[in-house]
């Protein structure tokens, strides 16, 4: 069974930065891609930011120039990290893994972004 836990999450002040950590665990054959997404009040489920395999990577328009996905040694970890914060990136952050076409999930991890 594949289990993603997530950590870093937590209150930071407009400006601040936060760096978001994904464990893979279980039996995974292959992992095509490590992402992050997100679920704002009231909002759907978006994608924040993906990297591939390959080392490619994909970020929402909204994070771009302020938030960069990577991917660890450990090949089953990924990290986000998130610098100049505005209140609008408060949200639940989930961690995502891609493994041959299945979607894997974490349970997510509060960011908030309050003064």
């Known amino acids: 069974q594949v289990q993603l836990v997530e950590s870093g999450g937590g209150l930071v002040q407009p400006g601040g930065s936060l760096r978001l950590s994904c464990a893979a665990s279980?039996?995974?054959?292959?992992?095509?891609?490590m992402g992050w997404y997100r679920r704002a009040p009231g909002k759907e489920r978006e994608l924040v930011a993906r990297?591939?395999?390959?080392?490619?990577?994909n970020y929402a328009d909204s994070v771009k120039g302020r938030f960069t996905v990577s991917r660890g040694n450990a090949q089953n970890t990924a990290y986000l990290q998130m610098n100049s914060l505005k209140p609008e990136d408060t949200a639940v952050y989930y961690c995502?893994?891609?493994?041959?076409?299945?979607?894997?999930w974490g349970k997510g991890t509060l960011v908030t972004v309050s003064s």
């Open positions: 995502n893994v891609i493994s041959e076409s299945v979607y894997y």
């Open positions: 279980g039996v995974i054959f292959s992992i095509n891609a």
């Open positions: 990297i591939t395999s390959g080392g490619s990577t």
